[in-house]
């Protein structure tokens, strides 16, 4: 692949667009204690779905380098995460699983939790947009087709299942302790510096504009 093909791939609007909202997905899952566990989850009601359509839109691409490219995010920092979720989702984090391969012709009924397949799809994201942050389009173009796959094999699964768990908890007014939570000065504020069809679909578009 020329350099010229590498650099319409990866700055193509499509990919640009889901760097975008994977970025904003990975700053959301990073400030869970900055807001309170049913704002989080209205957030994520929003932006999962974006999520899963900006990725049926990725480009097909090829790798181009033999090695195999960096992972960053550690179990260390996988489980500090998981372990903040959990804290503020708490006895509601847990829902039946229905696309377990292992039950598909079962009926033993399986439970998983939100924060883990949450963390799941985090994992993936944060490597590609790590990698794709360095600039090297040979590393970015890679970046994205291993994050692609993974999306068609992986946590595009996870994104559907856990969408299913948190529109239910949303649906219902789910109340939550949020006494453990801490604030802080860096708050998220979703939409916020994004291009415009992203503020738009936030709703934080100002009158202005």
């Not at 700055?11 to 997905?25: H, I, L, P, Q, R």
């Not at 974006?50 to 049926?56: C, D, F, R, S, V």
Request: proline residues 3%; glycine residues 4%.
């Amino acid at each position: 692949m020329s350099d010229s093909d590498l650099h319409s791939v990866v700055y193509s609007k499509n990919v640009v667009e889901f760097v975008t909202v994977a970025n904003e997905y990975c700053n959301l899952i990073e400030k869970v204690h900055h807001f309170p566990a049913m704002q989080n989850l209205q957030n994520l009601r929003k932006i999962l779905p974006l999520l899963y359509l900006k990725a049926t839109m990725l480009p097909e691409n090829e790798k181009v380098l033999e090695d195999e490219l960096e992972k960053y995010i550690s179990e260390f920092d996988y489980n500090l995460l998981l372990q903040r979720w959990l804290s503020s989702l708490g006895e509601h984090d847990s829902f039946y699983e229905v696309f377990d391969p292992d039950i598909q012709f079962g009926e033993e009924m399986v439970t998983s939790g939100i924060s883990e397949n949450l963390l799941d799809i985090y994992q993936d994201l944060k490597d590609f947009t790590t990698s794709y942050s360095l600039g090297d389009e040979s590393i970015m173009n890679d970046s994205l087709n291993d994050c692609a796959q993974h999306f068609e094999d992986f946590w595009g699964q996870r994104l559907v299942n856990v969408l299913r768990a948190i529109h239910k908890l949303v649906t219902d007014r789910t109340e939550f302790d949020d006494e453990h939570r801490t604030g802080g000065s860096d708050d998220i504020q979703p939409g916020k510096g994004n291009p415009e069809w992203l503020d738009r679909f936030w709703g934080t578009q100002s009158d202005e504009d």
